[in-house]
């Protein structure tokens, strides 16, 4: 089980930055990557970015084109707990969107949200031009 929660949304200006963070946590919090999503009304949810353990020592990240080179995610871990932390740089309006964390294997993270068994609740981001 792996319990996730959102923080760090709100209302920015185009060109601000903004940082979002997922606090995970949960007896299996360790097994899984984490990534971000968002989603507009209307609109399908969008695979944004994901962290994973690549070695002992070191994470694996991957972000959707939209973002690469604006957003940057890391993960920190105590042992208990995972942050997934989030970096919005340059922001646009048209990220404008709730922001959900997730946690899942890296490939059903990009490629089947479907398979993604643990979501949060979600944190609104509005990027006013």
């Known amino acids: 089980q792996v319990y996730l929660k959102e923080s760090g949304g709100g209302l920015v200006q185009a060109g601000d930055s903004l940082t979002l963070t997922c606090t995970a946590s949960g007896p ?11 989603q507009v009304p209307g ?3 969008e695979f944004v970015a994901s962290v994973y353990w690549a070695s002992v020592s070191s994470d694996g ?3 959707s084109d939209s ?3 604006r957003f940057t995610i890391s993960r920190e871990s105590d042992g208990v ?3 997934a932390t989030l970096r919005m740089n340059s922001l646009r309006p048209e990220d404008t969107a709730v922001y959900f964390c997730a946690a899942g294997s890296v ?5 089947d949200q479907s398979n993604v068994p643990y979501w949060g609740q979600g944190t609104q981001v509005t990027v006013s031009s």
């Open 67 to 69: 973002v690469k080179g």
């Open 81 to 83: 707990q995972n942050n």
């Open 43 to 45: 609109k399908e949810r």
């Open 28 to 38: 299996s919090v360790g097994f899984y990557a984490l990534g971000w999503f968002r």
């Open 61 to 63: 990240t991957d972000y």
């Open 107 to 111: 490939w059903n993270l990009r490629n």
